[in-house]
């Protein structure tokens, strides 16, 4: 305890978002600048838990696909041997942001994290700076979850896209247009188990 007249202790605050620890986040479909849930990293970069990177790419190719709605989704499936060949899978394009724990917490919900929607998983990017390629290291993507990953990859015709470009998002269906009496995760096992 201090003397009488001391100055209060101070309480240790919480770092302002400028300096907070930050994750990379690798967005490849509707986050992406253009697109409908872009809106939400615009706020997150009003109250400065987002910034842009940079234009970035996946390191490997990877399977990108549509499902219901015109929902992008990565897939984190092994392709080798029987899985995929034949130019299936494409170095994604996308875009990369440094993204504070409370932006963070802001994707899991959008992206269903916890509702089994998307998973949030370690990725491998090359940030395109001015020419010159630079390996990214700790960044992360949103990724279909494992439970209907490989369904997907099927239902896909396992041929996936380079990017979520306005032709590949053409169709897209905003949530609040989608059908509400069944939840995403319901509306993804109708998808995955109907005929292409």
């Known amino acids: 305890m201090g003397a009488a007249g001391d100055a209060p202790a101070e309480r240790p605050s919480s770092p302002p978002a400028a300096t907070a620890k930050r994750t990379l986040v690798f967005t490849y479909g509707t986050l992406k600048r253009g697109f409908s849930n872009h809106s939400l990293l615009q706020d997150l970069f009003l109250t400065g838990d987002a910034s842009f990177a940079g234009a970035a790419a996946t390191a490997s190719p990877l399977p990108l696909v549509c499902g219901p709605y015109r929902v992008p989704f990565l897939l984190n499936l092994p392709l080798g041997g029987g899985g ?11 875009e990369l942001y440094s993204v504070t724990a409370r ?17 949030r998983l370690p990725v491998e ?25 490989a369904e997907m990859w ?18 897209y ?9 069944q939840t995403f995760l319901e509306q993804i ?7 292409s």
């Open 84 to 94: 995929g060949g034949g130019g299936c899978c494409h170095r994604v394009k996308g």
């Open 173 to 181: 269906v905003r949530r609040v247009d989608r059908p509400q009496g």
């Open 103 to 119: 932006g963070l917490a802001r994707l899991d919900e959008l992206e269903g994290v916890s509702r089994g929607h998307y998973e």
């Open 125 to 149: 990017v090359v940030l395109a700076d001015e020419g010159e390629q630079q390996v990214v290291e700790g960044a992360v993507a949103y990724y279909a979850h494992r439970g209907y990953a």
């Open 154 to 171: 099927a239902r896909s015709g396992r041929r996936g896209h380079a990017e979520y470009s306005p032709a590949v998002a053409a169709g």
């Open 189 to 195: 096992r109708v998808f995955v188990s109907s005929q």
